[in-house]
Nanobody
C-alpha cells in the first residue's frame, strides 16, 4: 500500500535548484525515520539522505553533501529535500521511504515507499 506522494520534480538546468516534497497519508509521520533514495537509468538504487523521527539527526550521501538539505514537518506530515547546485548526474527518479529503525542500512530495510518523482538536470 502506497502511503507517500512525492512531488516537486521537473526539468532544470545544471546549477539550478528544486525542492521535493513527500506527503504522508493515513498515519502519523513522527513514528518513522524517513529516507530519500534515487535511481537513474541503468544504475542501482542509492540512498541520498535520511532524517530521524524528531528531525534532530540527518545523513547525506557523499555525492550530495553541501548541496542537498533534508527537513521534515511532522505536523504537516511532510518531508522535504531541497536540492541546490544540481548536476546532470543528479538525474533520477527520487523516492521517499519510511522505516521504524534509525537512519542507515540499505533501501531494502525501508518498509513503505512512495511512487517517485522524476528529476532531470540537463542543458
Amino acid at each position: 500500500q502506497t502511503q507517500f506522494v512525492e512531488s516537486g520534480g521537473g526539468l532544470v538546468q545544471p546549477g539550478g535548484a528544486l525542492r521535493l516534497s513527500c506527503a504522508a497519508s493515513g498515519f502519523t509521520l513522527d513514528y518513522y525515520t524517513i529516507g530519500w533514495f534515487r535511481q537513474a537509468p541503468g544504475k542501482e538504487r542509492e540512498g541520498v539522505s535520511c532524517i530521524s523521527r524528531s528531525g534532530g539527526s540527518t545523513n547525506y550521501a557523499d555525492a550530495v553533501k553541501g548541496r542537498f538539505t533534508i527537513s521534515r514537518d511532522n505536523a504537516k506530515k511532510t518531508v522535504y529535500l531541497a536540492m541546490n547546485s544540481l548536476k546532470p548526474e543528479d538525474t533520477a527518479v527520487y523516492y521517499c521511504a519510511a522505516r521504524f529503525g534509525p537512519c542507515g542500512g540499505s533501501w531494502s530495510v525501508y518498509n513503505y515507499w512512495g511512487q517517485g518523482t522524476q528529476v532531470t538536470v540537463s542543458s
